[in-house]
């Protein structure tokens, strides 16, 4: 008995239909005239005139080129959406360690294509968190220094160049923003690259008296209000959500045992996505999990994973 059997056909249903809501268009070259072509192991292919290529609707999703069935990936996705590791959820779907970390990557690399960056508006909270930088998985010969022991805290007081910044803001419709901005501390200039165009005009943001806030703000002539650090609230303005958002995160990210940098925006992505979708009913949540991995272009190869970069904002 299939757990998910009644799920794969309006999977692959929703992912057309997001896939071609603006016309039938080719992945490999963008030309809009395609034909059917039959369908093979279920799934149907398409044949573009202009290429001559043919593909499917998962072609360069996340789970292109899997051999596993779309079952499988249902129940990687259940486990990813219980925040289990990667050995945990490779025992549960039945596939191997390395398989789990590129499953979940993929999925990741989509999920984040799907979702963007987003927007908020109205009364919106932003603050930052610091990770220690991490190189781990990153071979001896390449890594620009020292390793640190597992756990161990990085020495400067403060922020150093050691930490890497994670940028945040919520607004009070739950819309939520978050990202890996810089290594060590942000100036008003990276607040700018991530926030111009995504925080609504007539906003009124809330944070704490940092001052790289107070020249953004004003660039952006956005209306600012400033807790003191120490002061929690003025009225309606205040900044718990955002504080209990850092708190939560940093307890999430606490089963993965210190993240790559050059992960952590994926991992920023996946937390982002259980804030957004988190109560929804579990059938519903895995297989919006699913459809969005599937929908993107964005498949990855290994070999990119090796080659990866931290993706600074
Ligand atoms: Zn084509």
Known sequence: MLLFGSHVGTISQEVMEFRFSKGKVCPHCAAESISRNGKYNGKQRYLCKACKRSFSDFTNSAIYKSRSSLEKWLKYAKCMIAGYTIR????IVG?????SFFWRHKILNCLKSFNGIGHVDGVVEADEVFFAESFKG???????????HRGAQVKLRGISHEQVCVATAIDR?????MELLCKGRMTSNDLKK????RIGKSSILCTDSHKSYNKFARDLSLDH???????HKEGVYHIQHINSIHSKLKRWMRVFNGVSTKYLSSYMCWFKWMELFGSDKDTI?????????????AYT???DFKTRVPAFI
């Open 301 to 303: 190869k290994v070999s």
């Open 88 to 91: 945990k959820s490779a025992e």
């Open 285 to 297: 949540k895995i297989r919006n999990f699913i459809v969005q991995s599937c929908v993107p272009h």
């Open 194 to 197: 991530l926030y111009d165009g």
């Open 173 to 177: 419709q739950g819309n939520l923003i």
């Open 138 to 148: 990153t071979k001896p010969s390449k890594m620009p220094r020292k390793s640190r």
């Open 95 to 99: 596939i191997n360690i390395a398989t």
């Open 225 to 231: 209000k400033r807790i003191p650090s120490g002061k």
